[in-house]
């Protein structure tokens, strides 16, 4: 389970994840070295769009910086181009 959040006026989206809460394998897998790469977009539900207020529809493929703070991680997505 994690938190969105909108940034950016929309632009972007945080996402706070708790690491004691995670998947060991998903966290050694995907988050623990600092940064999460998307290899494919990543469609977005619409509800969560209209919600958030987000001007885009899906993660773009990319590398993302993942920030951990005394467990608690951050996941910042900033598009670029708005889909």
Known sequence: MGLLFPIEGGKGL??????SLLCTTLYKT???????????PCQLPKD??????L????????EY?????????RIDFLMADFK
Request: glycine residues 10%; proline residues 5%; aromatic residues 4%.
């Open 30 to 40: 995907h988050l623990r070295h600092g940064k999460l790469t998307l290899e494919s």
């Open 48 to 53: 969560v769009k209209k919600t958030l207020g």
């Open 14 to 19: 945080t996402m706070i994840l708790t690491r």
């Open 65 to 73: 910086p993942v920030y951990d703070t005394e467990g608690i991680l």
């Open 55 to 62: 001007k885009f529809s899906e993660l773009s493929p990319g």
